[in-house]
């Protein structure tokens, strides 16, 4: 979907561009991910394990910008990326269809400045406005910080997946999901 640009303060007094993401914006997302995956213990994948191509990405944007339900909101400062917030479909069935996926990082540096909080506000209104009622995602329960925001923004924990991230020296991670209705 596309997404009008807006702009917003930090805590800091920074402005900051909030829009969808484009696909002239594949090579800064990639570098994203694997900057993001070695910042945290809390994402999905080691940086090692981010191999997708810049035309991939693109693809993956334009998909993006295509789908009527689905958003990347990206945030910029000073035309930097600092983070991305995505809205995605659970999955494409009618009984599934008021179910919708969240998902937020940030540069660490950018971390604690009310921008995550303004990004996952602005998504949650946009999958209200599209039809969505019930938002969900998924946080590592050792993520307090993340979980306060989530927390103070409405999302309720609904449960534990025990051990669900393994990492390289054996030790293990549990996730709490999270859902909150719109």
Known sequence: MVFGE????DKL???????????ED??????YLKVTS???PYLIREPEEITITKENEEKFLQAKIDAERELMLIALIDGRHIGNCSLMSIAPY?????RCDVAIALYKEY????IG?????TVLNVAKEVGYEQAELEVMVENKNAIAVYEKMGFEKYGIFPDNMKYADGSYMDACWMMKKL
């Open 38 to 40: 070695a910042e945290t």
């Open 26 to 31: 594949a090579d800064d997302l990639v570098k």
């Open 6 to 9: 807006i702009s917003i303060k």
């Open 111 to 114: 971390c604690g400045c009310g």
């Open 117 to 121: 909080t303004a990004m996952l506000q």
């Open 13 to 23: 007094g920074r402005t900051i561009i909030l829009r969808n993401a484009r696909p």
């Open 94 to 98: 009618k009984r599934y269809r008021h």
